[in-house]
C-alpha cells in the first residue's frame, strides 16, 4: 500500500518520496565512510563568513560557484557559476528554456569589505554571445594576454531531447568593452567553438577543466566516454581519463576521472585525479607526457590553484560517495575540506574543514590570496571567504 501521497499526486511522487528516503539512508551508511585527517585545519571556522554573490545585471542569486581563479595584479576574482540541479531537472522535463549560469568578475576588496551584506558580481559576457547557452565549467585566467579560458556546458534540442556537448571557449578580461572581447576559437575546428578531441577525431564530451600554458590549452577530460559507456568506467574503475590537447588529440591519459588541472610554480603539469584521491605531476619524459610524481591527498581532488607562494590549493571531497549523494540524490549536505600541497616536497596542509558540510558544503574550489582563502561550491550559493591566520611577516 502506497499511502495518501499516491492518491493525492500519483506513483511519481510516492516513488519519489521513498527514493529520496534510500537515499537518506545510504547518506547515513556512508557518513562513516570519510577519509580522516588527524590535524586541525590552519583556518578555523570563525575565521570563515558566508557571503552571498549576486549578478549585477539581472539581480538573480549566483548558486554553484563551482570554480575560481584570481587576477593577483588586477586584484579581481573570476567566478564560473550554474545551478546544475536546476539544469538537469529542465532537461529532465524536456523544458522549453533551459536556466543558464554567468562567468562573473568582481574586486577582491568588495568580498573583503562586505560585512554580511550581498555582494554584487559583473558578468563578463552574455549568454547570447555564447551558443548553447552559457554554463560555464572549469576556468583559468592567463595574465599575459588577459584570457579568461573556459569549458562552457552547451545544450541543443534535437528530436525533443536535450543534448549537452562541452566547448572551450575564451573572453578577453583587460581593460575595454566587456562584450566586444569573445573570441569563440573558431579556428580549432567548429564554428561555434572547440570541442575537445581523442586520437580518432571524435569531440569529446567529458572536457573538465582548462590551464593556459604558453597561449595554448590542455584540457582535462574526466572521462574516456560518454554516456553509458561513462557508467561503464566509474563501474569497473577503468583509468580512460586524462589531457587533451588544443590543437590535437589526447597527450596524456591513464588517469581514473581527471579533473582540475593546473601548472605548478615547478614547470610541472599537476592533475587532480578524483577517484585515485591523487594528485599527478606530470612532465615531458622524452617520450610523451608521463606522470613522474605523485601527492596522495585526504580525499578526491576537485579543483586546483597556485597560491601565492606556490603552494597547489586543492579541494578534495572527503567521501566520493557522500558528495555523489548530494548532487544527484539530493542529499542535503556534503563535507568540505581544502588542503594545500607543497609542490617540491608533496607535503600536504590542511587548511579548511567541514566534515558535516553544515556550513559550507561540497566545496569544488578554492583560491588563496594574500590574506584570504576563497572557497567555492558546485552547489552552495556564493562563496565563503576565511581570513587566513597571519604569519610574523603579516601575511601569506
Not at 335 to 350: A, F, G, K
Request: contains cysteine; charged residues 20%; glycine residues 12%.
Amino acid at each position: 500500500m502506497l499511502g495518501e501521497a499516491t492518491k493525492r499526486d500519483g506513483w511519481p511522487r510516492a516513488i519519489g518520496a521513498r527514493f529520496s528516503g534510500a537515499a537518506l539512508v545510504l547518506a547515513v551508511m556512508v557518513a562513516g565512510c570519510v577519509d580522516q585527517v588527524d590535524e586541525a585545519p590552519l583556518v578555523s571556522a570563525d575565521a570563515c563568513q558566508l557571503i552571498d554573490l549576486y549578478d549585477e545585471r539581472t539581480g538573480d542569486r549566483i548558486v554553484g560557484a563551482e570554480d575560481l581563479a584570481v587576477d593577483r595584479i588586477g586584484g579581481r576574482l573570476f567566478v564560473s557559476a550554474y545551478d546544475r540541479r536546476a539544469v538537469e531537472k529542465a532537461v529532465g522535463q524536456r523544458s522549453f528554456l533551459l536556466p543558464e549560469g554567468g562567468l562573473y568578475e568582481l574586486p577582491l576588496s568588495r568580498l573583503q569589505e562586505a560585512g554580511g551584506r550581498l555582494v554584487a558580481a559583473t558578468p563578463v559576457i552574455s549568454g547570447n554571445d555564447v551558443p548553447g547557452g552559457l554554463r560555464p565549467h572549469g576556468i583559468d585566467y592567463d595574465p599575459v594576454t588577459g584570457d579568461l579560458a573556459f569549458i562552457n556546458r552547451a545544450y541543443q534540442k534535437i528530436n525533443g531531447h536535450w543534448r549537452r556537448s562541452s566547448r572551450l571557449e575564451r573572453v578577453n578580461v583587460s581593460s575595454g568593452p566587456r562584450h566586444e572581447r569573445l573570441d569563440m576559437s573558431a579556428q580549432f575546428g567548429v564554428a561555434d567553438g572547440w570541442s575537445p578531441q581523442l586520437s580518432d577525431g571524435e569531440p569529446h564530451c567529458a572536457a573538465n577543466d582548462v590551464v593556459e600554458i604558453g597561449g595554448e590549452a590542455l584540457v582535462s577530460f574526466d572521462h574516456g566516454a560518454c554516456g553509458w559507456r561513462a557508467a561503464v568506467e566509474d563501474a569497473f574503475g577503468f583509468a580512460h581519463a586524462g589531457i587533451a590537447a588544443e590543437r590535437g588529440g589526447a597527450i596524456f591519459s591513464g588517469a581514473r576521472f581527471a579533473n582540475g588541472v593546473a601548472q605548478s610554480v615547478t614547470g610541472e603539469i599537476v592533475l587532480a585525479q578524483t577517484r585515485d584521491k591523487s594528485i599527478a605531476f606530470i612532465t615531458d619524459a622524452g617520450r610523451g607526457l608521463a606522470e613522474t610524481r605523485r601527492a596522495e591527498t585526504p580525499g578526491g581532488p576537485d579543483n586546483l590553484t597556485i597560491g601565492p607562494d606556490g603552494g597547489i590549493i586543492a579541494a578534495v571531497h572527503p567521501s566520493l560517495p557522500w558528495i555523489g549523494l548530494h548532487r544527484h540524490f539530493g542529499v542535503p549536505r556534503a563535507p568540505s575540506r581544502i588542503v594545500r600541497v607543497d609542490p617540491e616536497s608533496l607535503e600536504v596542509t590542511l587548511l579548511y574543514e567541514d566534515l558535516r558540510g553544515d556550513y559550507f558544503p561540497a566545496a569544488t574550489v578554492a583560491v588563496e590570496t594574500e590574506n584570504n582563502l576563497i572557497l567555492g561550491s558546485v552547489t552552495a550559493p556564493g562563496v565563503l571567504v576565511c581570513d587566513l591566520p597571519r604569519t610574523d611577516g603579516g601575511g601569506n
